[in-house]
């Protein structure tokens, strides 16, 4: 087994871990009053106990790995969140059969690298956390980044209906192609999956999020129209989206800015990025450039997000400019 094999099998075993722990907290939190009262705290637990199980397995099988991650254990370490952060243990060691507090609270900590040079992951415990409230789309996401450059990505799916059923998980490594395995199995056999081959854009359905807040979907529709797409666009949140595109089921992903000041995260990106390029798609910014993951925990030269089946790219770019342009004036 090459080095990269291994990371992957330690990649894909984390996900699938952190996701059976997302699963059964979202499956309480449905049949709860919580999602009436939106009570943010059940996926604030799945979002702490998905790190928690990530960090360790990447520690395990890789020790002394870096690992940057959307969260830190700061707020539960303090005395008001006892309660809290009791309860992010119990999902721990529902899974790996036994945990302490505090050594959970060690391993989310674990994900608290500099995304400074040389070799990391990075990990988003809950993408789409909106969605997971709603019930719907969200993605456990994982990638690797090596000197800048996104080398390995996987993406756990739980409500993606998937080849066997509910659950998808993607993988992808630099240079390879992309592989969909389901969500509920083991090892790193899967099937390929490919972007859907499109020449012209006008046949495209396009994806975006489903929370205006993070994508113009007034500038998205005017793109949607100068490029002659008549379908309706398909909204679904977290990177799910990257997975879409990468297994065909829409061709473009447009992520609009929906302000100056905001700069993408890393790990919003890095994971379904690379699952997209891997399947034959191509993905820059809005402006066409290449996303750019030397800058640190956000991609600071980037603004927005365009994936495409990949022929259709450049005629993509060339109508989203044209329009950011004129809703410029
Ligand atoms: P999505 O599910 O595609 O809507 O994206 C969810 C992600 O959007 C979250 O993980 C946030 O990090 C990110 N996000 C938050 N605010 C913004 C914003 N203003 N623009 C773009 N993305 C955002
Ligand atoms: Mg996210």
Redesign the pocket.
């Given at each position: 087994m090459s080095d990269r094999n291994a990371e992957l099998a330690a990649a894909i075993e984390a996900v699938r871990a952190a996701s059976r722990v997302c699963i059964a907290v979202q499956r309480k939190l449905v049949s709860a009053e919580t999602l009436e009262k939106r009570d943010k705290s059940p996926v604030t637990v799945a979002d702490f106990a998905s790190q928690a199980i990530v960090c360790r397995k990447l520690a395990e099988v890789l020790p002394g790995d870096r690992v940057v991650g959307?969260e830190d254990a700061a707020e539960l370490r303090d005395a008001s969140q006892e309660a809290l952060a009791a309860a992010v243990a119990d999902r721990v060691a529902d899974e790996i059969g036994g945990a302490e507090v505090s050594q959970v609270l060690d391993w989310i900590d674990l994900g608290g690298a500099d995304a400074s040079e040389g070799r990391y992951w990075t990990l988003?415990p809950i993408?789409?956390?909106?969605?997971f409230l709603r019930g719907q789309?969200?993605a456990v996401a994982l990638g690797l980044i090596e000197d800048g450059e996104v080398v390995l990505g996987v993406l756990g799916c739980p409500n993606l209906s998937g080849r066997g059923g509910t659950g998808a998980l993607f993988a992808g490594v630099a240079g390879g192609g992309a592989l969909e395995l389901p969500l509920a199995g083991d090892g790193i056999a899967g099937d390929p999956v490919r972007v859907t081959s499109l020449t012209s854009p006008a046949e495209a359905r396009f994806c975006?999020?489903?929370?205006s807040?993070?994508?113009n979907q007034s500038e998205s529709a005017q793109i949607a129209a100068q490029l002659g797409i008549t379908l309706d666009p398909y909204r679904?949140?977290?990177?799910c989206?990257y997975a879409a595109i990468a297994r065909g089921d829409a061709q473009i992903y447009l992520?609009m800015?929906?302000?100056k000041d905001?700069r993408?995260?890393i790990?919003?990106h890095a994971a379904g990025k690379l699952v997209v390029e891997c399947a034959g798609g191509r993905v820059s910014d809005v402006t066409g450039r290449p996303l750019d993951f030397s800058q640190g925990r956000t991609l600071e030269q980037n603004r927005?997000v365009v994936a495409t089946c990949g022929a259709i790219h450049d005629e993509v770019i060339e109508v989203v400019e044209r329009v950011r342009a004129e809703s410029a004036v």
């Open positions: 959307e988003d993408d789409g956390t909106k969605g789309q969200y975006e999020s489903v929370e807040g993070h994508s679904i949140d977290s990177q989206k992520r800015p929906t302000r905001y993408e995260k790990w919003d927005g």
